[in-house]
């Protein structure tokens, strides 16, 4: 399958300041890119779904000023927990795909502590 | 509302046995099913996937998954598992979206 990069995999940040998480498709070009949150024990969820060149699509209760999603390219989508709170605190997965829903194919994940 | 059940946490079993990991589904329509395995500190990885036809699907690591409409079930099985089959293990449900489960460790013994 495809590969998926994230960066970072891990960061640590004061309650307050702003955090970008990078998300690549080494070897293929993803028109559709997917962000999720998992917390500890708990499933996936999906948070914004975003196609290249247009803004991305929030799922509801997602604060979309507070998560801002860029997909510059088909290889890069980037986001931002703006403001971070200690219950931002959390895995964010990203996960690219080629269009649809079939077989995403999902990044390392970056676990994101606020103090 | 619509959600998978993956209703045990963790699954142990002797390598060499065969496994079952369980899922169900509440989702209106006729869904794609999904397969994800995650390993420590690695991205999910693609197992398999029900669209339509044959119930039983075949998919990476000698894994298969029987669909069963009237149970709304999509169980994970392997006929000998590895050691290196220890992982979290996820069904998910396209509806839109992907919908996944809460996730089930398995953990194989030598």
């Known amino acids: 399958g495809a590969v998926v990069s994230q960066h970072p995999s891990w960061v640590i940040c004061k309650s307050g300041t702003s955090v970008k998480i990078e998300c690549r498709s080494l070897?293929?070009?993803?028109?559709?890119m997917f962000w999720y949150r998992q917390f500890p024990k708990q499933s996936l969820m999906l948070m914004a779904t975003?196609?290249?060149?247009?803004?991305?699509?929030?799922e509801q209760g997602v604060e979309k000023d507070k998560f801002l999603i860029n997909h510059a390219s088909l290889t890069l989508s980037t986001l931002t927990v703006t403001s971070a709170h200690p219950e931002d605190s959390s895995f964010y997965i990203c996960?690219?795909?080629?269009?649809?829903?079939?077989?995403?194919?999902f990044g390392p994940g970056t676990r994101l502590t606020v103090l | 509302a619509q959600s998978v059940a993956q209703p045990e946490d963790q699954v142990n079993v002797a390598e060499g046995n065969p496994l079952t990991v369980k899922c169900t589904y509440s989702?209106?329509?006729?869904?794609?099913l999904f397969w994800y395995v995650q390993y420590p500190n690695r991205g999910l990885q693609f197992l398999l996937k029900?669209?339509?036809?044959?119930?039983l699907v075949k998919g990476s690591y000698g894994f298969e998954a029987e669909f069963n409409k009237s149970q709304t079930s999509f169980h994970l099985k392997k006929p000998s598992a590895l050691v290196s089959d220890s992982a979290l293990y996820f069904c998910?449900?396209?509806?839109?979206?992907?919908?996944f489960g809460s996730g089930t460790r398995l953990l194989v013994r030598p």
């Open positions: 996960s690219c795909g080629s269009g649809g829903y079939n077989e995403q194919f």
């Open positions: 070897d293929f070009q993803a028109t559709t």
């Open positions: 975003s196609n290249e060149g247009s803004k991305a699509t929030y």
């Open positions: 989702v209106s329509g006729n869904p794609y």
């Open positions: 029900y669209i339509t036809g044959d119930n």
């Open positions: 998910a449900v396209e509806a839109n979206k992907l919908i």
